[in-house]
């Protein structure tokens, strides 16, 4: 009896190890999926800001946080729910933003909490901006900053994107980071694509 049971066990425990993975990747897929919809509803929101604005969408000084500009000018006027700025899948990144080892400077923070709602710190990047910022470059020359986008600007124009900074092992949804690795972009018409790196053309706007 004693044995059928620690068998039984056994078997248990092999099913289990088996499934966690299977699960882990559809949870993320889940995450990656409710990530693409905050983006859509975030570019929605510009969409209708950019109408009552000449067609301007708002400008940040750079891509990085805090994003205070962007924030203020959607909350609460065109977003009411602060949750659509923080991917769901934000812990894992946590530490790589709070950290100096990956395109610095460290200090970071991407997670939903009181303290990163107040000071405009979100997990995601914005795009339209005056200065490049290091940390998250994006394939323009220095030349083609300001980065002003519209709502009639090109729609292979990046608006935002999920958070990533360079040589991070892992980027969002638990992707391998570097050349293999791949976002939810949010596109200057507002449409959302996950692109991955190895995409031609994934890091060209200029088309």
Known sequence: MLVELLLVVAILAILVALLMPVLGRAIETAHRTRCAANLRQ???ALKVYALRHDGWYPV???CGNPQSRLVGALVPDYLDDMRVFYCPSAEVLEPYAQSDEYGGPGGDSVIDTPRNRARCYITYKYFSVNQRDTRMPLPLRLSEYPHLLRNDSLASRWLMSDW???DVPIFPHQEKGGWGGGRNILFADTSVRFV??????AFTERQ
Do not use: A, D, S
């Open 164 to 166: 990533v900074r360079k």
């Open 196 to 201: 991955r790196h190895r995409t031609p053309h």
């Open 42 to 44: 975030v570019g929605l």
């Open 60 to 62: 940040e000084e750079k």
